[in-house]
């Protein structure tokens, strides 16, 4: 089933599933904490951004 992550609440019950699916997670999220939640426009625009963004960190780390 898709869920979309639209709340931080979301995001910490997901965390949650993956520890208890995998608990090799749990000292990697006890340690990290849960990830900030990246809010993107949507549609065309907001993939845009993410493939701009993404070439731009490939063309910095080089």
């Known amino acids: 089933m898709t869920q979309l992550i639209t709340t931080t609440a979301d995001l ?3 965390m949650a ?3 208890l ?3 090799r997670w ?4 006890a340690r ?7 809010r993107r ?3 065309f625009p907001g993939l ?3 493939i701009v963004s993404q070439q731009l ?3 910095s780390a080089r």
């Open 41 to 43: 426009e949507g549609g």
């Open 32 to 38: 990290t904490g849960i990830p900030p939640l990246r």
């Open 21 to 23: 699916s995998d608990p």
């Open 12 to 14: 910490e019950e997901g």
């Open 17 to 19: 599933a993956l520890s």
């Open 57 to 59: 960190s490939v063309a």
């Open 48 to 50: 845009a951004a993410i």
């Open 26 to 29: 749990q000292p990697i999220i």
